[in-house]
């Protein structure tokens, strides 16, 4: 069963590595390398100052990944972004950790709003991952409603 520890301060360099792993980067919104200091300020403003769900997905004591709802300008919708513990791509760890990250969330939250991804449309196995899990395609996003 996969498991969500809400992410703290101590989290921050594993995040930035695995955010940073070339396979995350490739189909990120930003494919750069992220340099240490944004990643910082980035960080501590997501963790004090946001309205982000923000979390790692653990099996056992082993992470899997990090999923991140943000509220985008309405508590009603929140746009997911979600990665994977460098080492588990193509594993089919990104659906369960997916599907696990919605329970919680609703579960958690207990709140039930659109839920958005942005995701390139050469990342076919995200499409195929997001579209099983019931989101359908709404002009160049995915939403959950």
Not at 115 to 138: L, T
């Amino acid at each position: 069963m996969i498991t969500f520890k809400q992410v703290s301060h101590t989290d921050m360099q594993d995040i930035y590595a695995w955010r940073n792993h070339l396979r995350n980067r490739e189909y990120s919104g930003n494919a750069k390398e992220l340099d240490f200091d944004d990643h910082m300020y980035w960080f501590d403003n997501e963790i004090e100052h946001s309205n982000s769900k923000f979390a790692i997905g653990y099996l056992g004591k082993m992470p899997l990944g990090v999923v991140r709802y943000a509220e985008d300008n309405s508590p009603l919708i929140y746009v997911i972004s979600i990665y994977l513990v460098p080492g588990y791509h193509g594993m089919g760890i990104g659906e369960l950790l997916l599907k696990a990250s919605l329970e919680w969330f609703f579960d958690k939250f207990r709140t039930k709003p659109i839920i958005k991804a942005i995701i390139k449309s050469e990342n076919m196995a995200s499409i195929i991952i997001f579209e099983r899990c019931g989101f359908k395609q709404v002009g160049d996003k995915w939403e959950l409603r």
